[in-house]
């Protein structure tokens, strides 16, 4: 079928989705006796342009509707080409006075993108050191459940750059040789090590790549396929979080979820592909609520308007896609 029309039909499925989303409360993305709530996002610094503003301020009431304990960021958080250092202009910006809600004055979990890696990636780490809500450890990292006040749940923030060859082979501006520095090798191990450790209920893998998706700039990285999925089935992971396509999505294959939040300013077509439960190209953001064995999704889009509404199981057997 050709991408056009699986994109018209993506994008009737998402309005439908919408339309039927408004007529839920509210405050259903928080689950009945509370939980652990959050936001995500992805490929959003552009100066306030392209919907970010919009995006952000949807954000601030989503947070403090919800109480938002802490904002994950897929990557791509400065464009085009990164930040140079932590004293960089864009800091402003791009962030600071953009995402000025005080419920978005919470601790952010930050991911690298492609595009940060035309920059100084080193430099988000630094702002890290001074910053009292910008959270980057290294370039990747662990969020145990007792950093958020939630036990049961398990973050892994995964460097996706460096795993894609296309990165080493072929210079972007300054990628392949902020890459080229990078041990692969150490990094799988890391999260394999890791994974297998953890005694979490819950365990989410965030990365700025996709795994799979119908979106029309990148559709599914076969590098992340090979060393990433086999991981993620092999420890029980429920979902792996990306952006990386300007878009919103929620595929699933197997037993595991993967949700696109790269909306968060510029968007792009997207379509459907085996296992997508919905696909939409509007500016926004995704709402994670986890209650006991239930982890909720919710994607908005730049109006606040809720546009799609999903539960997740704890442990489910694998769907056909």
């Known amino acids: 079928m050709p991408f056009d029309s699986v994109t018209r039909r993506s994008v009737a499925s998402g309005m439908a989705a919408g339309a039927l ?23 959003w610094g552009r100066d306030g ?65 492609n595009h940060d890696y035309r920059g100084n990636p080193q430099a988000q780490v630094d702002y890290a050191k001074i910053s009292p809500r910008w959270r980057m450890p290294s370039r990747y990292f662990k969020v145990s459940g007792a950093e958020i006040g939630a036990p ?33 090798a150490t990094q799988l191990a890391w999260l394999d090590t890791g994974l297998g450790r953890s005694t979490a209920a819950w365990k989410l893998v965030v990365g700025h790549h996709t795994l799979y998706s119908g979106g029309s700039a990148h559709g599914n990285t076969p590098e992340l ?3 990433i999925k086999p991981l993620l089935e092999k420890h029980g992971v429920q979902a792996y979080i990306n952006g990386h396509e300007h878009d919103m999505q929620h595929i699933r294959v197997g037993a595991v ?27 926004g953001f995704a709402i994670f609520n986890l209650a006991g064995d239930s982890l909720d999704l919710e994607f908005r889009d730049f109006t606040g308007a809720s546009v799609y509404r999903a539960a997740l199981a704890r442990e489910r057997a694998p769907l056909a896609a």
């Open 152 to 184: 049961g749940l398990d973050l892994f923030f995964i460097d996706s750059s460096p795993l894609v060859h296309k990165h080493r082979a072929k210079v972007e501006g300054v990628i392949a040789g902020n890459v080229a520095g990078e041990d692969v």
């Open 257 to 283: 979820d993967y949700i696109c939040s790269g909306a968060g300013s510029e968007v792009r077509p997207t379509g459907r592909i085996a296992g997508t439960r919905f696909a939409l190209s509007r500016s």
């Open 21 to 43: 989303a408004a007529t839920i409360p509210r405050g259903a993305a928080r689950a009945a006796g509370g939980g652990v709530s959050f936001l995500a996002l992805g490929d």
């Open 49 to 113: 342009a392209s919907h970010q503003k919009d995006v952000a301020a949807a954000m601030g009431k989503a947070a403090a509707e919800i109480g938002a304990r802490f904002v994950v960021s897929v990557g791509d958080n400065f464009y085009e080409n990164g930040v140079r250092s932590a004293a960089d202009r864009q800091w402003k910006s791009s962030f600071e006075d953009i995402y000025t809600a005080a419920s978005l004055q919470v601790p952010w979990y930050v991911a690298l993108g």
């Open 225 to 227: 396929l090979t060393l």
